[in-house]
């Protein structure tokens, strides 16, 4: 039975974006969620043609490139935590969604925070990219995190977070035998290989 519609799912309703250079024709919601909406829009593209797009549309996530600089190499801080769409422990980088309306840095901070207990001193944009633009509209913003200081983890109630720092060529090495599988923590491994 679906949920009664209450006044913030009519304001997700119109946060829906809408596109800048396609026209929506006609749109069906077949999933209204907390993080995401899954939609059916028939639209016509920039240079005419006529398609149906099921899109899943998302508030947007942050990653946290969380860097102890004070050792040479550097170290990076890794996550694992079981995926159930992967169905396998994953190492990853530290991420979250973004709430609607919140701020991209805020967000990381508070993500930092609550799976790790680190905060950093410094806080520094590192990378802007979609996830998998032929079906999400979903971005994620990487923020390098240098500066950190310990404290303790806040994680939610569905998260069993399991932390750990590696060397720099520890990380790249895992990435490319296949022990990081995530594409998030992938491309962030190999920026910050380029950055140092």
Do not use: C
């Amino acid at each position: 039975m679906p949920a009664p519609r209450t006044s913030s799912t009519k304001k997700r309703r119109l946060d829906l974006p809408k596109p800048k250079y396609a026209k929506i024709l006609s749109r069906k919601i077949g999933y209204r969620g907390k993080v995401y909406t899954i939609v059916a829009d028939k639209v016509r593209e920039p240079k005419g043609v006529v398609a149906l797009r099921e899109i899943i549309r998302h508030h947007g996530s942050v990653v946290v490139l969380a860097v102890d600089d004070s050792t040479s190499p550097p170290r990076v801080l890794l996550e694992r935590q079981y995926r159930y769409a992967a169905d396998d422990y994953l190492w990853e980088l530290p991420a979250g969604h973004i709430d609607p309306g919140e701020d991209p840095a805020v967000a990381a901070k508070r993500e930092l925070l609550e799976e790790t207990g680190l905060t950093a001193k410094h806080w520094n944009h590192a990378l802007h990219f979609y996830v998998s633009p032929g079906i999400l509209d979903e971005t994620m913003d990487v923020y390098l995190a240098t500066g950190l200081t310990r404290g303790k983890a806040q994680p939610e109630d569905d998260e069993r977070i399991q932390t750990r720092f590696v060397t720099l060529p520890s990380a790249l090495k895992m990435a490319q035998n296949g022990s990081i599988r995530d594409a998030k923590t992938l491309a962030s491994l190999f920026w910050l290989d380029s950055a140092v």
